[in-house]
């Protein structure tokens, strides 16, 4: 493989509202969406301090390009052993 790339992003107001459905909307749903939330926000902060997402407004995003044996996560350029550490770091 000579180039791969992946970009993932995430709107939090989507996943809430599909959180929201999936429940069926009742006061237990409202307050596993508010968790949920609380959740997301933990968990992103987290991988955001480590370079592996970043926010824009309510979406978290994620570039990552492999290309001749570099990975660029996000704008920042490491090896594959690198990259692997980053992400073993966070159970990914």
Same mark, same amino acid.
């Given at each position: 493989?000579? &180039?791969?790339?992946?970009?993932?992003? %995430?709107? @939090?107001?989507?996943?809430?509202?599909?959180? *929201?459905?999936?429940?069926?909307? #009742?006061?237990?749903a409202?307050?596993?969406?508010?968790?949920?939330?609380?959740?997301?926000?933990?968990?992103? &902060?987290?991988?955001?301090?480590?370079? %592996?997402? @970043?926010?824009?407004?309510d979406?978290?995003? *994620?570039?990552a390009?492999?290309? #001749?044996?570099?990975?660029?996560?996000?704008?920042?350029?490491?090896?594959?052993?690198?990259?692997?550490?980053?992400?073993?770091?966070?159970?990914?």
């Amino acid at each position: 493989v000579r &180039e791969m790339r992946l970009e993932i992003a %995430l709107s @939090r107001p989507m996943l809430l509202e599909a959180i *929201s459905r999936a429940t069926g909307g #009742d006061d237990e749903a409202s307050e596993f969406e508010v968790f949920a939330g609380l959740m997301f926000d933990a968990y992103t &902060e987290r991988l955001q301090q480590q370079g %592996l997402v @970043r926010r824009e407004d309510d979406r978290v995003l *994620s570039t990552a390009v492999y290309r #001749d044996g570099v990975v660029t996560l996000n704008g920042q350029q490491m090896s594959v052993e690198e990259f692997l550490i980053l992400l073993g770091a966070f159970g990914l």
